[in-house]
């Protein structure tokens, strides 16, 4: 079925939720191929990157101080994503090219998130 603008919620219709979503389809993926021992840390940005998705999305469902602390939860979420994929790269639990792609979606996301908090604190 194919969507149209006026199928799509507030947050759907930003860049920063399209990077986010696609920031996270990539560490699914990349925690899926890390080996074992590593899982502790894999579930970490995997909930790292939900967080992300999830208060990018419900900051837009807010206005004033509700939505401006939302999206300071979802960028300190993407900063602690990108932390934890530097610990997995030096654990070898990721590929370099894989750290690369994800660390390109996170600074994207992290200044696209950034400017919407901006804008949203009075």
Known sequence: M???KMDRLEHE???AYAAAVELDAAVIALARRAGRGHGWLCDQAVRA???????LAEG???EGLDRARALRIARGSALELDAALTLLLNRGACREA???AAKRFTVRVVAMVTGLRN???P
Do not use: C, I, Y
């Open 49 to 55: 990157s939900a967080s992300v998705v999830l208060n």
């Open 119 to 121: 804008r949203a604190a």
């Open 13 to 15: 219709r930003l860049d």
């Open 98 to 100: 894989e750290r690369v």
């Open 2 to 4: 194919e969507t149209t």
């Open 60 to 62: 837009m469902g807010r």
